[in-house]
């Protein structure tokens, strides 16, 4: 998992602020998946991109959530006006090819988002 | 609705012994699965899968064996070592993205 790289590692935000976390995939990948972990709690599954396109975003909150995946740079997820409940760890993950075909993700090393 | 259930939220094991790890699955669409291992504010590693076509896997000291009838797959570790001791996660997909079981913490006792 050490190909997937996530930044900020720990991210503090006040409430009503906005938090923005980046994901670059393993290299060779294309395809983009971020998961919250609440306390206590399991991985969550948020979003799957794959370059310019959001090709699954059930998991996604409806309103303060976003994410993209452009064609140059990296994946983004924006959490806007955070509230003390999106205090988690955000774990992105790649794949070289869809995984529902079989193929493992690789996660990264998380980013840990604290709100005050 | 929680399609991926582990039950044990915690498990301790003598080193060299065997540990296994439950988990069980309610959708029936599920084809392939996959055991994560965590430590603390570190991602998940992945560990070893099994596709629906199998019913074991092995790969060193880990194997994971799958009964489809029962919808149930285990994760055994021999023998185990205290670098095994970790959070091991569960998860299984099948035209969906991959649902994550909440978790088992193993203790592996020097």
């Known amino acids: 998992n050490a190909g997937v790289m996530q930044n900020p590692r720990h991210l503090v935000r006040r409430r009503g602020q906005e938090a923005r976390l980046r994901c670059s995939p393993m290299?060779?990948?294309?395809?983009v998946y971020w998961y919250r972990q609440l306390p206590e709690e399991g991985l969550k599954f948020m979003v799957y991109?794959?370059?310019?396109?959001?090709?699954?975003e059930s998991g996604m909150p409806k309103e303060r959530f976003s994410a993209e995946f452009p064609k140059e740079g990296p994946s983004i997820l924006r959490i806007q006006q955070v509230v003390r409940g999106d205090s988690a760890a955000y774990f992105c993950?790649?794949?070289?090819?869809?995984?529902?075909?079989?193929?493992?993700?690789?996660f990264g090393e998380g980013s840990w988002l604290t709100v005050v | 609705d929680q399609q991926v259930k582990q039950n044990s939220p915690s498990l301790s094991v003598q080193e060299g012994r065997i540990s296994i790890l439950n988990c069980d699955y309610t959708n029936s669409m599920f084809d392939y699965f996959l055991w994560y291992k965590k430590y603390p504010a570190e991602g998940p590693t992945f560990l070893i899968s099994?596709?629906?076509?199998?019913d074991k896997n092995e790969d060193g000291r880990f194997t994971v064996f799958l009964n489809k009838s029962a919808k149930h797959l285990s994760l055994h570790i021999v023998p185990s070592q205290p670098g095994d001791s970790a959070v091991y996660f569960c998860a299984a997909s099948g035209n969906t993205p991959l649902v994550f079981g909440k978790g088992t913490r193993l203790s592996v006792i020097a």
């Open positions: 993950a790649s794949s070289g090819q869809q995984h529902i075909s079989g193929n493992t993700i690789y």
């Open positions: 290299k060779g990948h294309s395809h």
């Open positions: 991109l794959q370059k310019e396109n959001i090709i699954d």
């Open positions: 099994i596709s629906s076509i199998k």
